[in-house]
C-alpha cells in the first residue's frame, strides 16, 4: 500500500490499467524528469505491482497484478458509504 500512497504512482497505474504502455508515452504526462518518473515506477516495480519489458532502446511498462484495480473499487466503496453515514447523521 505504501506504493500507491504517491498521486504519481496512482495516475501510473491507471495509465497501465489501459494496457501496455511505452515509457515514452508516459513521460509527457507527468511534470517531472525522466529520472524521477523511473524512480516512481521503480517503487512499483519493485513490489510486483508493475512489469518492465525493454525492446531496443525502449522500456514497456505493464500492471503485472492488475487485480490491483479491485482496491479502487473496494475504496471508493468504503468512502461511498462513509459519506451515505455521514449524510444520515447530519440529517438526524
Known sequence: ????ASPVRLKIVD???????????LQPL????KS????????LRN???VSERREGVRS???????????????TMGVIRAEAARRSKLAQA
Do not use: W
Not at 524521477?36 to 517503487?43: D, I, N, P, Q, Y
Open 30 to 33: 507527468f511534470r517531472m524528469n
Open 1 to 4: 500500500m505504501k506504493a500507491l
Open 15 to 25: 495509465e497501465l490499467s489501459r494496457g501496455e504502455r511505452c515509457m515514452c508515452e
Open 47 to 49: 513490489v510486483g505491482i
Open 60 to 74: 514497456y511498462l505493464k500492471l503485472q497484478t492488475p487485480c490491483i484495480l479491485k482496491v479502487f473499487d473496494c
Open 36 to 43: 524521477t518518473l523511473s524512480r516512481h515506477v521503480a517503487a
